[in-house]
């Protein structure tokens, strides 16, 4: 199971973390990471990690403002975001076990339910 939290409405320019918890999974075996879904959009990859963290993956659109960074030992997962804009507005999901440097995703992806983050103009 994976849980997302710390999502909210904030204003452009704000910073937010998000967290995700994972339970009853090999966590640490796993990439994890984070993706998207704006309303009307495909869900899209945001950032990723392999299992031992020391690698990291971002899309474009995020590279310099976001930062993911991982915790074995707690088995979470986490997404900084700083200086938000509008077009960051979407409900975020937490996923364990794709690969992160393409985003690629399978049916043996587990999901979380997702947090939505509003950025306001």
């Known amino acids: 199971q994976l849980v997302e939290s710390g999502g909210r409405l904030v204003q452009a320019g704000d910073s937010l973390r998000l967290s995700c918890a994972a339970s009853?999974?090999?966590?640490?075996?796993?990439?994890a990471g984070w993706f998207r879904q704006a309303p009307g959009e495909d869900r899209e990859f945001v950032a990723g990690t392999r299992w031992n963290g020391r690698t990291t993956f971002y899309t474009d659109a995020v590279k310099g403002r976001f930062t993911i960074s991982r915790d074995n030992a707690k088995n979470t997962v986490d997404l900084e975001m700083k200086s938000l804009k509008p077009e960051d507005t979407a409900v975020y999901y937490c996923?364990?076990?794709?690969?992160?440097?393409?985003?690629?995703?399978?049916?043996?992806?587990?999901w979380g339910q997702g947090t939505q983050v509003t950025v306001s103009s």
């Open positions: 996923a364990l076990a794709f690969n992160p440097s393409t985003g690629t995703t399978t049916e043996n992806t587990y």
């Open positions: 009853g999974l090999d966590f640490s075996s796993y990439a």
